[in-house]
């Protein structure tokens, strides 16, 4: 009989926030020139802060982001956008967006109440470190949510630190 151990790289997800899209547009640049790392990004962030948007200024505004993405993330990518009870209007861009989006009970996932923070857990991040993601997109800032190889992470580490 034959055996042979075959190690597979674990995939693990590193968040880090960011005030301005520029900034995460900036890592990505960084990155993208230094390395050939295969990633699956996404960034989350508030839609808008004024909660009394009117459908048409929404839709306006739903476009403009969609935009400016699309200049960072590529032509092709995921986009949704809920309303989260705690937060307000929120979007998602990259690879987690049917993650956000998943229908339950006819709302998605991350508009529930504990949504935003079950995805978090999810994804295996610690209860404090939810706490305070969430507390920065209140604030307005920008999340970056990388999935990567354990092989790759503490130089990604260094890119996200770098700003």
Do not use: W
């Not at 009117?54 to 200049?71: G, V």
């Not at 949504?115 to 999810?122: H, Q």
């Amino acid at each position: 009989m034959f055996s042979k151990e075959h190690k597979i790289a674990q995939k693990l997800f590193v968040i880090s926030t960011y005030k301005k899209r520029s900034q995460i547009e900036v890592v990505l640049k960084n990155i993208a020139q230094k390395n050939n790392i295969q990633l699956q990004l996404s960034i989350l962030g508030s839609l808008t802060s004024d909660k009394t948007n009117a459908k048409k200024e929404q839709e306006k505004i739903i476009a403009d982001k969609k935009q400016q993405l699309s200049n960072l993330l590529g032509k092709e990518f995921e986009f949704g956008y809920f309303n989260n009870p705690e937060i307000g209007s929120l979007f998602i861009a990259g690879h987690l967006t049917p993650t956000f989006l998943t229908k339950v009970d006819e709302r998605e996932l991350a508009s529930l109440p504990a949504g935003l923070s079950g995805i978090f857990r999810g994804l295996g991040i610690k209860k404090e470190d939810i706490n305070d993601y969430l507390t920065a997109i209140k604030n307005g800032n920008y999340c970056l949510i990388i999935r990567v190889e354990s092989t790759f992470l503490s130089t990604l580490k260094s890119y996200l630190k770098a700003i």
